[in-house]
Nanobody, 120 residues
Framework: QVQLVESGGGLVQPGGSLRLSCAASGSIFSIETMGWYRQTPQWQRELVASISTDGNTNYADSVKGRFAISRDNAKNTVYLQMDGLKPEDTAVYYC??????????????WGQGTQVTVSS
């Protein structure tokens, strides 16, 4: 089992910045792709950004140039630096990791979610 603990959400004014963190712990063999998703009451959960084991990144068009995803493999932690925040970025942000076990099977795990609110 893998547990994910997220932190860093909060209330910020438009144009401000926040940094989200998500740390994985437990019986970890190999953490592969790590990513951040967000969800609002009006919209389905959507991918914000993802990062592979070797650092290849993928971003939603709406956040390109404003958000940056990174990871620390030694700490099994993924980060999301969010700059130039807009009211439409308001959502619950979830991290997701793909954990591959010794047998070769892979399992997805989700964090508990952290609220990000962008408002003046």
């Amino acid at each position: 089992q893998v547990q994910l603990v997220e932190s860093g959400g909060g209330l910020v004014q438009p144009g401000g910045s926040l940094r989200l963190s998500c740390a994985a712990s437990g019986s970890i063999f190999s953490i592969e792709t790590m990513g951040w998703y967000r969800q609002t009451p009006q919209w389905q959960r959507e991918l914000v950004a993802s990062i592979s084991t070797d650092g290849n990144t993928n971003y939603a068009d709406s956040v390109k140039g404003r958000f940056a995803i990174s990871r620390d493999n030694a700490k099994n932690t993924v980060y999301l630096q969010m700059d130039g925040l807009k009211p439409e970025d308001t959502a619950v942000y979830y991290c997701k990791v793909l954990h591959r076990v010794v047998s070769g099977r892979a399992y997805q795990y989700w964090g508990q979610g952290t609220q990000v609110t962008v408002s003046s």
